[in-house]
Each structure stands twice: as C-alpha cells, then as structure tokens.
Nanobody, 124 residues
Framework: QTQLVESGGGLVQAGGSLRLSCAASGRTFSTYAAGWFRQAPGKEREIVSAISWSGDNTFYADSVKGRFTISRENAKNTVYLQMNSLRPEDTAVYYC?????????????????WGEGTLVTVSS
C-alpha cells in the first residue's frame, strides 16, 4: 500500500508563493502518476494538476495555468506543487493523489490513493 502525506500549506498574502510537498511511503515504485486536487468550503473537490511518473506529461487546470508548477523527485518519493501569484480564490484544502494503473494524464486524471490534505489560505 501507498501512504501519502502533504505538507507546506499555510497563510500567505495574495501574490505570494507556497510550495506543497507530498511524501509517499510504502511501495511507491508502482505509482504511474500523481496529482493535486483542492476543495474549498461548500464546493466540490477539483483537479489542480497531474504528472506522469517520468514527468514528461503534465496537466494543469485552466485556473492555475502559468501560475502553478507540478514536479516530482522519485528518488525522494515526493511530488511537489509550486504555487506562485496566489489569489484568494486559491484558498482550499489541497490533497495529494496517486494512481497505480495506467491512464491519461489529463483533465480526467484521478487515482485511488489520497493524502489527508494541507490547508492553503490566501489573504486579500
């Protein structure tokens, strides 16, 4: 089994930056892809970004394109989300996600493994 733990959330002013980390434990070598989702109060959980095992394929939601960058460091079993130019509407709990079966890294990405989430609050 794979366990995912997010970190790096916090309070930041609009226009600032944060880097989220997702550390995986257990058997991680079978992970095909990973991604980040977020959920704001009263709203549905939505995909933010996803990345293939090699990093060659990435996906970004339209709302974060040009501002967020997903990356992974497989030797450390860690996936990152660099968030720049943060806006108040980015405020949400961010969840790391991992997929162990092949599938396209696109809007429909969704894996079966979830972290507990890390809160990002952007003040105006």
């Amino acid at each position: 089994q794979t366990q995912l733990v997010e970190s790096g959330g916090g309070l930041v002013q609009a226009g600032g930056s944060l880097r989220l980390s997702c550390a995986a434990s257990g058997r991680t070598f079978s992970t095909y892809a990973a991604g980040w989702f977020r959920q704001a109060p009263g709203k549905e959980r939505e995909i933010v970004s996803a990345i293939s095992w090699s990093g060659d394929n990435t996906f970004y939601a339209d709302s974060v394109k040009g501002r967020f960058t997903i990356s992974r460091e497989n030797a450390k079993n860690t996936v990152y989300l660099q968030m720049n130019s943060l806006r108040p509407e980015d405020t949400a709990v961010y969840y790391c996600n991992a997929k162990t079966e092949w599938g396209p890294v696109e809007k429909t990405y969704r894996g079966d493994h979830w972290g507990e989430g890390t809160l990002v609050t952007v003040s105006s």
